[in-house]
């Protein structure tokens, strides 16, 4: 079946947590696809949410 893509979720803090485990777990929502995490606090680059990447900041949306 296809897959509805969601390319990035703003934000990988408590809320982005909580939303990407609602994706996954959700009947309703088993479609989409969560590529990637960005968030401001660079200290959060490299690591994963729900082994979804954080991939950067809101500055390096515009950078790709």
Do not use: H, W
């Amino acid at each position: 079946r296809d897959s509805t893509q969601v390319d990035l979720v703003i934000g990988a803090g408590a809320a982005g947590q909580t939303l990407m485990r609602e994706i996954q777990r959700s009947s309703k929502l088993n479609n989409m696809l969560v590529k990637c995490f960005i968030d401001d606090n660079k200290n959060k680059n490299g690591r994963f949410i729900e082994g979804v990447p954080v991939a950067g900041t809101r500055d390096d949306i515009f950078a790709a």
